[in-house]
């Protein structure tokens, strides 16, 4: 009987044993995994944040020259008025002088 008796200790035992080392075994992988895991959200958070910036010079790159564009076929449009408007210009300017030199009383 005390054979039976420490044979199923042992065994019980043994079944501690082999489950104590389960539960080590499993919290080393869950542990590597945590590892890997935060390593690979890190890499995701840095990837995503390399594809915003690109896209932002991308956009500010694109916005520069759309301004550049507007800003040169605004000063082509003004050289164009002014050279179909230069006669209209000049006398509106010599009129513009003309009230400022010329006293109130003496204009028409």
Avoid: C, W
């Avoid at 389960?22 to 890997?36: C, M, P, V």
């Amino acid at each position: 009987m005390n054979e039976i008796v420490d044979d199923v200790l042992k065994v019980e035992e043994e079944a501690e044993h082999i489950v104590r080392e389960a539960r080590e075994q499993a919290q080393k992988e869950k542990n590597a995994l945590e590892i890997e895991l935060t390593g690979k959200l890190k890499q995701a958070k840095e990837d995503a944040q390399n594809l915003i910036q690109e896209a932002i010079s991308r956009a500010k790159e694109e916005t520069n020259k759309e301004y550049k564009d507007i800003i040169e076929k605004a000063e082509e449009d003004n050289r164009k008025f002014l050279k179909e408007n230069s006669k209209k210009v000049d006398e509106i300017v010599e009129n513009i002088v003309n009230l400022i030199i010329t006293p109130e009383y003496n204009r028409e």
